[in-house]
């Protein structure tokens, strides 16, 4: 999700990753620590998976901020020798044109859990040129749910991409669906906030 940033005129944004064993009041640890630091998030994006807290996030200093100094606060404020912590300068241009020029779309796929599905269907997608840009798998005993958001150039023909994904899957026993995400989030009640933080500029 997009925050508000400080300003233009800020000197110093970083991209911060962390990787550790989930634990109560990580984010919390994180965020204080990038506060009093003087630092604003301008984005961040954080799940747990099987017992691993992993977060990505970026930062932008009104002032001078080394990544030696925030590197250790981040670590401090996790409190575990063996967290994964990664700091990068943040180099992406300010107009740099969006990775692919298209729509956003939701893919699922259903069926049972096999070895090689994903491979299978991200290597026609990345064909098409397709940008995947999440990714979530839900398993439930020996089946599996996967979620994705996709942007699919608008020279494609929604309905080829989706008839080709399905043949793909077919050979795994799963099924596919593709809808515009607008579509979805009205269709589905969850998550119905997510184009708004966004802003989307589709009704």
């Known amino acids: 999700m997009r925050m508000n940033s400080v300003t233009e005129k800020a000197s110093c944004r970083y991209v911060v990753s962390?990787?550790?064993?989930?634990?109560?009041?990580?984010l919390r640890g994180v965020s204080a620590a990038l506060a009093d630091l003087g630092g604003d998030m301008d984005g961040i994006s954080q799940t747990v998976?099987?017992?691993?807290f992993a977060l990505i996030l970026t930062v932008t200093f009104a002032g001078p901020c080394s990544e030696e100094a925030l590197r250790s606060a981040v670590q401090d404020a996790?409190?575990?020798?063996?967290?994964?912590?990664?700091?990068?300068?943040?180099?992406?241009?300010?107009?740099?044109?969006?990775?692919?020029?298209?729509?956003?779309?939701?893919?699922?796929?259903?069926?049972?859990?096999?070895?090689g599905i994903l491979k299978a269907v991200t290597n026609f997608l990345a064909n098409q040129g397709v940008n995947v840009e999440g990714w979530t798998v839900y398993?439930?005993?020996?089946?599996?749910?996967?979620l994705g958001e996709v942007t699919v150039p608008d020279l494609l023909d929604i309905k080829q991409v989706q008839d080709g994904?399905?043949?793909?899957?077919?050979?795994?026993?799963f099924t596919c669906g593709i809808q515009h995400e607008n579509i979805f989030l009205v269709t589905n009640k969850v998550g119905a906030v997510r184009p708004l933080l966004r802003g989307a500029q589709h009704v």
Request: no cysteine; proline share 6%.
């Open 49 to 52: 998976l099987d017992g691993y």
């Open 18 to 26: 962390v990787l550790v064993k989930d634990k109560v009041g990580i």
């Open 165 to 173: 994904l399905q043949e793909v899957v077919a050979v795994f026993g």
């Open 139 to 146: 398993a439930d005993g020996p089946r599996a749910t996967h």
């Open 78 to 115: 996790l409190d575990d020798e063996k967290a994964d912590v990664v700091i990068r300068a943040y180099d992406v241009p300010e107009n740099r044109p969006p990775t692919v020029q298209g729509s956003r779309y939701l893919v699922t796929l259903n069926g049972k859990r096999t070895v």
